[in-house]
């Protein structure tokens, strides 16, 4: 069955560098998806991509953020120069369309640590 | 906001009994989805119920929606150890977004 899949599965950085998410879609899918959960807390959407555009983003969603789908497989999410708050699991999704009775599927999360 | 919001917060349950769990939220949906999720893990999809369905059944699982009492449930019958796990709503608006509720963590006794 196809699956979400994301590397790194955990990312240890130091508070102020860059770091780059990676996620691989299910492959006929076409939305695509950044969530992040802190822990003990909520699943929190972050924002949404269609057709190399971003359709949707939170308030989380901040300068310091950005998405990119730089092949035909690939989704990256970027975050420019990390904070302490940044620590979370980020889990990618993908759907085949957007509302209307489409599951998003997510792939195992990363899990990320700014010290 | 229209995040779901999930009651109780933790249920203990003895393996072979029934485990239910509802989720209320605010504003008009397409569908609601439920996850599961596994200590540190990532969300499984179990089942999406659309906003003109009333009942839907996967397996041992059992989900209602109440649109007029914008409210959802999930019944888990016959648990076993294996679906200790934590149990999220999510609405989805066709906003280009899932909203999750808090969750319910549900822990079953062998």
């Known amino acids: 069955e196809p699956e979400v899949t994301q590397t790194p599965s955990h990312q240890v950085t130091q508070m102020g560098q860059e770091v780059i998410l990676r996620c691989v879609p299910i492959?006929?899918?076409?939305?695509f998806y950044w969530y992040r959960q802190i822990l003990g807390q909520k699943v929190e959407f972050l924002v949404s991509f269609y057709n190399n555009e971003i359709s949707e983003k939170s308030e989380i969603f901040d300068d310091q953020f950005s998405v990119e789908r730089p092949d035909g497989s690939n989704f990256t999410l970027k975050i420019r120069s990390t904070k302490l708050e940044d620590s979370a699991m980020y889990f990618c999704a993908s759907s085949l369309r957007t509302g209307g009775g489409e599951t998003q599927y997510f792939g195992p999360g990363t899990r990320l640590l700014v010290l | 906001s229209q995040q779901g919001e999930e009651d109780p917060q933790a249920l203990s349950i003895q393996e072979g009994e029934n485990a239910t769990m509802n989720c209320s939220y605010k504003t008009s949906i397409n569908n609601l989805q439920w996850y599961r999720q596994n200590s540190g893990r990532g969300l499984v999809h179990l089942i999406l119920i659309r906003s003109n369905e009333r009942e839907k059944h996967s397996g041992r699982l059992r989900v209602t929606l109440d649109t007029s009492k914008k409210s959802s449930s999930l019944l888990i019958t016959a648990s076993r150890a294996a679906d200790t796990a934590s149990y999220f709503c999510?609405?989805?608006?066709?906003?280009?977004?899932?909203?999750f509720g808090a969750g319910t963590t549900v822990t079953v006794r062998a």
């Open positions: 999510a609405t989805d608006a066709n906003d280009y977004k899932l909203s």
């Open positions: 492959s006929n899918h076409l939305y």
